[in-house]
């Protein structure tokens, strides 16, 4: 089967004609318009196109996405793993150790076999009419080995020549009525520490919170959101800007460099694009805007057979209940799990989502 052409579809445009890519942060400040993705555990891929023009979401077409059945999804930590991670984790508080941690799972099946190889565009379609986002969109580069559709909610860095923001999600719930008080304490942290990013390439004293826990409604749930702002230092570019950043604070947790290694210890298999970044550049206006990479499909090959994953996962703090961390991954996951795999079930109606390996989703 042929590879479908590259193609990326982000900031409401859509681009074709890929010129070339590199893993250099530092062409991000050259020329043309790229698409961006960074996977969490750090590579980085940059695709510059040739054609760029607005354009609306993609129209779903019949055929054009063919999911998984639904009880083929597999979790790569059981329920009962997951909540022993979060007492894990409450240990390394209790040992002052770090204050937060972002515990993940990433869910995988088979795609069926079908006629063409499966268009992560297609799904972004999907994603648009059932779970429409800010920062939703695709980049599709398979001879690269990226094929991403994402539906993320979440800012991780908009840049306008010299001013940069990030805009944190950290609190989920049903309703803001959910909201606990842990959900305020734990953005609160990640604010903090987002803050301290930036300082490190911004001017002094520029780094401000204009939006500190606000409450903002998504379909099926709500998240509590800040937005962080800076001006960066004459000469810092993408590749400080990254290099201070990356990964994004919303999904590894305070103090970061000790959350990271406390997920890497307790997370069996890499996140990939998942809590990565995702997203565009323009380098001839210098403008730019990348989001975290959740709520995000991507596509990968086991023994040249397709295979499509998604990651959900919950910011653990002292104050956390390890069964509830495990509800609000289900409740980020269970929406979505069912928008990719409608086109591989046999009936209209999502009334269960039987995942295997303890990832036991129901639509709610």
Not at 18 to 36: N, Q
Not at 184 to 203: F, G, K, P, Q, S
Request: overall charge negative; proline content about 8%; glycine content about 12%.
């Amino acid at each position: 089967m042929n590879d479908l052409a590259p193609v990326a579809r982000l900031g409401g445009m859509l681009a074709t004609g890929l010129r070339d890519v590199t893993t250099d942060p530092a062409a991000l400040d050259s020329t043309g318009w790229w698409a961006v993705t960074a996977r969490y555990e750090g590579e980085l891929v940059c695709a510059r196109f040739d054609r760029v023009r607005p354009a609306p979401p993609p129209r779903v077409q019949p055929g054009g996405w063919h999911g998984p059945a639904l009880a083929d999804w597999a979790s790569s930590l059981t329920r009962e793993e997951y909540v022993a991670g979060v007492a894990r984790i409450r240990e390394h508080i209790a040992a002052g150790d770090v204050y937060q941690a972002n515990l993940c799972r990433v869910l995988s099946a088979p795609l069926p076999d079908a006629a063409s190889p499966p268009d992560v565009d297609a799904l972004t379609a999907l994603l648009a009419r059932g779970n429409p986002a800010a920062f939703a969109g695709t980049i599709r580069l398979p001879a690269h080995g990226v094929e991403i559709a994402t539906a993320s909610p979440e800012l991780f860095l908009r840049r306008r020549e010299r001013l940069v923001e990030s805009g944190p999600i950290k609190g989920t719930g049903r309703t803001e009525a959910d909201l606990l008080a842990k959900d305020y304490a734990e953005n609160v942290m990640i604010v903090d520490l987002v803050r301290n990013d930036l300082a490190r390439v911004c001017l002094p004293g520029s780094v401000t919170v204009p939006r500190l826990c606000v409450t903002e409604p998504y379909p099926g749930l709500v998240h509590l959101v800040s937005t962080v702002r800076g001006e960066l230092v004459p000469g810092a570019g993408w590749p400080e800007l990254l290099a201070a950043t990356f990964p994004p604070g919303s999904v590894t947790g305070a103090p970061k460099s000790s959350a990271v290694g406390v997920i890497e210890a307790l997370e069996p298999v890499p996140r990939g694009p998942y809590c990565g970044g995702v997203g565009w550049v323009d380098a001839d206006r210098r403008v730019g805007e990348l989001a975290v990479g959740i709520r995000t499909f991507w596509v990968e090959r086991e023994d040249g057979r397709p295979v499509v994953r998604f990651g959900a996962g919950a910011g653990i703090t002292w104050g956390s209940d390890p069964a509830g961390e495990w509800t609000e991954t289900e409740l980020k996951a269970t929406r979505l799990i069912g928008v990719a795999s409608r086109a591989g079930t046999t009936t209209g109606k999502i009334t269960e989502v039987g995942v295997r390996h303890g990832a036991d989703l129901a639509e709610r």
